[in-house]
């Protein structure tokens, strides 16, 4: 089995790219993995069902050649984001595509599955699973998952609302494996800010949504650039579970973001129809860290950037 101490040898950066929702697609995924982070995207992006194959194919192609022509910068893995949740009915045929292409990371979300984990485990790849807490994160690891991604508040998207220093401490309390913080990390110092706290990788996802090949309107990037944290709204109105979305994209489709209703949890929807992608098509997920964003660049320059922050942090506390 790959380990995460080999993965994190191939990269240049500790960063993960998030799976985004309609956003992450094959061109992003290679960008990013070529420019020396992981990629990653929601297996329910490729669409209809059978894209998947023809996705994961794009993806291993791409990167076998990049090594080809560059043995002395190899491109970081890619994972791919499994919704294990029990509306998503595309789980088990998605699981076997990826089994079929070895995919080296998996990420797990909303639901901690041992079949699942068995699954990725019998070729020897690894499962990270995303948690917003230090209950459900001793359940994923409990059933097999081999390491966390802690969803803390500021997150984009699905998030939690527990402090990163308060969760990162009490996941370090009994677990000594891989942990990626997520949490509005839109910077290099960041980056370093996540390690120094105890993760051993930053989870980035906002930011790589104004970059030139993510699949977002132009209208989503923008606001991205021109947002910041004060425009950031936190509610479950959309899918039933609390997250983090861009006002701008609420007040757009009529709504009050300042007097948005309650949803009712048991009506939660992730199985990626048409009533779940319109939600995140229309209102856009954001986390809090969209201030640092300046600028629409490709992901590479961006992960350039974070690499020369990254490294002045470091230099500035001597590291």
């Known amino acids: 089995m790959t380990t995460f101490d080999e993965i994190k040898k191939q990269m240049r950066i500790p960063v993960i790219g998030a799976p985004l929702f309609i956003v992450s697609n094959p061109k992003l995924v290679v960008a990013q993995c070529r420019a020396g982070v992981i990629g990653s995207f929601p297996a329910l992006n490729a669409r209809p069902q059978e894209k998947l194959d023809e996705w994961l194919t794009e993806i291993k192609e791409a990167l076998a050649r990049h090594n080809d022509e560059n043995p002395d ?59 917003i807490n230090n209950m459900f994160a001793k359940k994923a690891i409990a059933k097999g998952a081999d390491g966390l991604i802690l969803v803390a508040a500021g997150a984009g998207g699905h998030a939690g609302t527990l402090s990163p220093f308060a969760l990162v401490a009490e996941v370090r309390e009994w677990f000594s494996g891989p942990v990626a913080l997520s949490g509005a990390i839109a910077t290099g110092a960041g980056v370093l800010a996540a390690e120094a706290m105890g993760a051993d990788f930053a989870y980035i996802g906002s930011a790589f949504i104004a970059t030139e090949e993510a699949n977002a309107v132009q209208a989503y990037k923008q606001a991205i650039v021109e947002g910041a944290a004060d425009d950031i709204v936190y509610t479950n109105l959309f899918t039933g579970v609390h997250g983090n979305y861009l006002k701008p994209s609420i007040v757009a489709a009529g709504l009050d973001p300042d007097n948005l209703p309650q949803s009712d949890p048991s009506k939660m929807n992730f199985g990626g129809g048409e009533s779940a992608k319109k939600a995140w098509r229309d209102i856009w997920g ?31 506390l001597k590291l």
């Open 73 to 131: 910068r190899p491109a970081a893995p890619f994972a791919v984001n499994q919704i294990v949740h029990r509306s998503n009915d595309r789980l088990m045929k998605d699981l076997e595509t990826c089994v079929k292409h070895e995919v080296p990371i998996v990420i797990c979300s909303l639901g901690a599955r041992e079949e699942v984990y068995e699954a990725v485990h019998s070729y020897g790849g690894v499962v990270l699973h995303d948690v």
């Open 286 to 316: 954001s986390g809090q860290g969209i201030g640092a964003v300046k600028n629409v660049v490709p992901a590479g320059r961006f992960v350039d950037r974070l690499t020369e922050e990254y490294a002045a942090a470091r230099a500035r």
